[in-house]
């Protein structure tokens, strides 16, 4: 496996690292079911992520964004079981043009200003107990975003942050 240490002392244990993987699989939450044209749309989305770490100038990334564009829209309205080989595709596509070190926003994991100043939380900034009725109720994430369970990003309990990936999950 990927995580396995290539060289294994005798006395070290070999579940250290499923272990590690259970405690992840605990706290990664669950992915949302999505319809076919929502993929599609994730799948367009993601690829133009991955355009953008690639192309600096933004003349070029305009035209090669249009001709992405064409490409999905070439396709648009076949049949099912096309659909379903194309995102497979498109997909592996994706995955094999992903760069190195992709372009993050700079609120998200792997970015500069990723948790540089969350708020406190309400019983620290009102000891007493006596909080206002205007103060803010909604659990924030940590890439600053308002937790919404709608979106599949709410971090109520607990958050994995992958910095390799940049990302929450």
Not at 124 to 139: E, L, N, R, V, Y
């Amino acid at each position: 496996s990927l995580f396995e240490p290539k060289f294994h002392h005798r006395s070290s244990s070999p579940t250290m690292n499923s272990a590690f993987r259970a405690a992840a699989d605990q706290i990664r939450q669950k992915p949302v079911k999505l319809t076919q044209n929502q993929e599609v749309a994730r799948l367009y989305r993601k690829s133009l992520k991955v355009l953008s770490s690639w192309v600096i100038d933004r003349n070029i990334f305009l035209d090669q964004a249009t001709d992405l564009r064409s490409r999905f829209d070439a396709e648009r309205g076949c049949a099912n079981a096309k659909a379903v080989r194309l995102l497979r595709e498109g997909k592996a596509e994706l995955f094999e043009f992903t760069h190195p070190d992709p372009y993050c926003v700079p609120y998200m994991p792997g970015g500069s200003l990723f948790m540089r100043n969350p708020p406190p939380p309400l019983e620290i900034c009102f000891p007493d107990g006596d909080i206002p009725d205007d103060a803010p109720t909604h659990t924030m994430n940590p890439d600053m975003t308002i937790c919404t369970p709608e979106t599949g990003k709410s971090a109520v309990g607990g958050v994995l942050i992958d910095f390799g990936k940049k990302n929450m999950e």
